[in-house]
């Protein structure tokens, strides 16, 4: 059990009105409806307790040093092995904890290399030019095709998900036989582990779906030692044939699930905003500026949790080695210290230091693939499919913790009976 040794949190919160908060929070779905509860909880102070006796953290330069100071570490297998028990008959959880994500050195150094110099700037560039561009290209001409044939199409099913997994695959070398669809639901399926408090019937399909993903990779990569191709399964199957199958789990679930949802959020823009559309159109370069104001009004990942391990300063306070606190990401961004009027959907608004991606030590390694791939979608999606707009409402999955789109019908009735070009 974790305890606070400072005084009370917020002299204007009791521990009622803080559970209620935190209710709130855990059961927002849409950004503007989570926007009035970041107000809220930030009102409340920059530390809000929950009744598990964690600290929620809001304000932008809170969750930097939190993502930043390495006094802060991850809920990592030994952080579970001592207040956890039984977590390990958890294959998602374990799955995950086998990921930099949740490791912390030395076991994190070991991990993230193979994957820093796979994803390494140079290779980034060339698979953005060779791999990237063309697969964006053909996922949207696809997809404003089967607009025009059938009158609307769910933009998720047929280009958020298969199109980071196209591009994953092509980066890997994964055979076509492994299906991309079920690849992109089933990493969707075990990431969905991490969500706060997630219920046993989502618990039980994401140790499902690790199980037979770490099943499928070890086959593949068994095949790449008996048959090398020169690629970078081959690679990584022949320096660690253990170590391999948890480079792939953590490139597909760690950037399918995540592109998925920007890809999903910048169609949304564009069909809700129509003028945005118009923009990118006369001034291409436009597209890097939605994206980044995308990731900031509602970030794929909203949460980021750590545990202290020492005793440390936050906000003010002084708090306890063994202190757990979720950084709400999704809140720092609607900081108005750094982002004023945050709540206005702004693309032109001056850079600013996003979190979307992290800081620190496990900054995110595929920061630039999913934006390569958001700037070229957005460009693609804006000529092929000129008028689009949203044939119904967004189907969101629950929870606080991740941004998700499931479904975004989309139909574009100037696009219908023209060619995409
Ligand atoms: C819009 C898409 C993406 C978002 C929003 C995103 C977000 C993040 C965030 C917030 C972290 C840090 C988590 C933490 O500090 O605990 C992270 C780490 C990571 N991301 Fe991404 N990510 C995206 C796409 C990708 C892609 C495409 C890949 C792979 C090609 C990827 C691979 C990784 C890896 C390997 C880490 C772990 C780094 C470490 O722990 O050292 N991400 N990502």
Redesign the pocket.
Known sequence: MIHLTSPPLSPALDARSAAGLVRRWRKAVEPDELARVYDALAKAGPLVPTPWGALLVTGHEDCRQV?ADRVWR?LGARWRDAHRPGWRSSPSTVGLCE???Q?DPPE?TAR?RP?NSA?APRAMREAAENLVEPLVAAYVDRFAAAVRRGGSADVVAEVCRPL?TAV?AG?TGLPPEVDRAWLAAESAAMVRVEELAAPPSVVRRADAAAVALLDRYDRVLAERLRRPAGDLLSRWAAEDPHGARYLLL??FS???P??A??LAAVALALTTRPLLAERIRQDPGFAERLTDEV?RWD???RV?TRVAAAGTELAGRILPAGQVVHAL?GAAHRDPLLFPDPHAFDPDRPPQRL????T????????H???TQ?VAFARGFARALPGARTAAPPERHAGPSMADIARLPIHSPLSQGSPSQ
């Open positions: 993502l991850t990921t930099p994500l490791q994190h993230r994957l994803l980071p994953l980066l953590t490139l760690a950037g399918v995540t592109t949802a920007l990731l970030p794929p990942g980021v990401i979190l979307a991606f992290g620190g030590l496990h900054y995110c390694l595929g920061s693939l999913a934006r958001a």
